[in-house]
């Protein structure tokens, strides 16, 4: 079974930039699509951003858009949101999570596996 444990979070000015990592052990998570999820105070979780397990499809939502950058690293079992122009509304606690589903979904129903998030603010 795979465990994920994210990392990377902060406090940042706007306009500035972080990377998240989510470091995943077991040996089958070359298999798994990953995501990044956010959920900030009073809202709903949202996702964010995917990659499929090839790293092949990549898929952002519309208001991160060329702002983050989801990536993966098979070798190191890790995936990363790097994070740049950052906004005060990104603010929130930002997960990841395993999918076993070949496709990037998002809706967190398609996600089995969770890290327990770190911790995103930015400042304005």
């Known amino acids: 079974q795979v465990q994920l444990v994210e990392s990377g979070g902060g406090l940042v000015q706007a306009g500035g930039s972080l990377r998240l990592s989510c470091a995943a052990s077991?040996?089958?998570?070359?298999?798994?699509?990953m995501g990044w999820f956010r959920r900030a105070p009073g809202k709903e979780r949202e996702f964010v951003a995917g990659?499929?397990?090839?790293?092949?499809?990549?898929y952002h939502v519309d208001s991160v858009k060329g702002r983050f950058t989801v990536s993966r690293d098979n070798a190191e079992k890790a995936v990363y949101l790097q994070m740049n122009s950052l906004k005060p509304e990104d603010t929130a606690g930002y997960y990841c999570?395993?999918?076993?589903?070949?496709?990037?979904?998002?809706?967190?129903?398609?996600?089995?596996?969770w890290g327990r998030g770190t911790q995103v603010t930015v400042s304005s």
């Open positions: 990659i499929s397990w090839a790293a092949n499809n990549t």
């Open positions: 999570a395993a999918s076993p589903d070949w496709r990037v979904r998002s809706t967190p129903k398609a996600y089995t596996v």
């Open positions: 077991g040996r089958t998570f070359s298999r798994f699509t």
